[in-house]
């Protein structure tokens, strides 16, 4: 075989293994792409903020699982309810973890506590100026805050590290864009940190009694956008 033939097969080949290696990547990515979650329990009965399963739920048991996969990982109730014992129906309905506090800053520079809004159910959407997903979905923000404002307090909280953002960048890109839903910023990061929020954008849903009702990492479509507003509002 000439070398010039083994060049192109070669090349044949590379192009062969590339397109299997292309095809399997976007396999394992829709296969991957996640739903809300909602929170489990770890050891210490505090908020597991896993989200490797792909559930839509609320943390009553009353589960609408979205896929087959394994969720035993997650922290979330693994059975849907028709699938539950007596016992491990009522064990899964008292399952609700209080959201933890925190303290961010209006736009005035006011000390705004999470808890000031208990009463009301809550959407507590994590984002910052430099992220690209986080400008995508807030038109979706804006709209349900329009629709639901009446029914649901919206945190709009700016993850803020003082170096790749500012409060003034995020008051700037906020009236550049005229939305009106409430924004507060989390100038010392505690807000952030208590929901380890450092992939963003982050969605936390809270119900009325203040606890937590499901959350979700990366950009919200509508669809789940709308169920964690339709768990909020059942």
């Given at each position: 075989?000439?070398?010039?033939?083994?060049?192109?097969?070669?090349?044949?080949?590379?192009?062969?293994?590339?397109?299997?290696?292309?095809?399997?990547?976007?396999?394992?990515?829709?296969?991957?792409?996640?739903?809300?979650?909602?929170?489990?329990?770890?050891?210490?009965?505090?908020?597991?903020?896993?989200?490797?399963?792909?559930?839509?739920?609320?943390?009553?048991?009353?589960?609408?699982?979205?896929?087959?996969?394994?969720?035993?990982?997650?922290?979330?109730?693994?059975?849907?309810?028709?699938?539950?014992?007596?016992?491990?129906?009522?064990?899964?309905?008292e399952?609700?973890?209080?959201?933890?506090?925190?303290?961010?800053?209006?736009?005035?520079?006011?000390?705004?506590?999470?808890?000031?809004?208990?009463?009301?159910?809550?959407?507590?959407?994590?984002?910052?100026t430099?992220?690209?997903?986080?400008?995508q979905?807030?038109?979706?923000?804006?709209?349900?805050?329009?629709?639901?404002?009446?029914?649901?307090?919206?945190?709009?909280?700016?993850?803020?590290?003082?170096?790749?953002?500012?409060?003034?960048?995020?008051?700037?890109?906020?009236?550049?864009?005229?939305?009106?839903?409430?924004?507060?910023?989390?100038?010392?990061?505690?807000?952030?940190?208590?929901?380890?929020?450092?992939?963003?954008?982050?969605?936390?849903?809270?119900?009325?009694?203040?606890?937590?009702?499901?959350?979700?990492?990366?950009?919200?479509?509508?669809?789940?956008?709308?169920?964690?507003?339709?768990?909020?509002?059942?």
């Amino acid at each position: 075989m000439s070398s010039k033939v083994r060049t192109i097969t070669g090349m044949l080949l590379l192009a062969v293994i590339l397109a299997g290696a292309y095809i399997a990547y976007n396999k394992l990515s829709l296969m991957n792409q996640p739903d809300i979650t909602v929170p489990g329990a770890g050891k210490t009965g505090q908020a597991n903020n896993s989200t490797s399963g792909e559930t839509i739920t609320d943390i009553s048991g009353n589960n609408e699982n979205t896929d087959t996969t394994d969720n035993s990982d997650t922290g979330a109730p693994g059975k849907n309810e028709d699938m539950q014992s007596g016992d491990e129906k009522q064990q899964s309905e008292e399952q609700k973890y209080k959201a933890f506090d925190f303290t961010v800053y209006d736009s005035e520079g006011k000390e705004v506590n999470l808890s000031e809004f208990f009463g009301k159910p809550i959407i507590i959407n994590f984002w910052a100026t430099w992220c690209p997903y986080c400008i995508q979905e807030m038109p979706l923000f804006e709209q349900g805050f329009s629709k639901y404002k009446d029914d649901i307090h919206f945190m709009m909280v700016q993850s803020i590290d003082g170096i790749k953002d500012t409060k003034e960048k995020g008051e700037k890109f906020i009236n550049d864009n005229g939305y009106t839903f409430p924004v507060y910023f989390d100038l010392d990061l505690d807000a952030t940190a208590t929901y380890q929020a450092y992939s963003l954008p982050t969605t936390v849903f809270i119900d009325r009694d203040g606890y937590l009702k499901a959350y979700h990492r990366g950009m919200l479509t509508e669809e789940l956008f709308q169920k964690g507003i339709d768990l909020l509002l059942e």
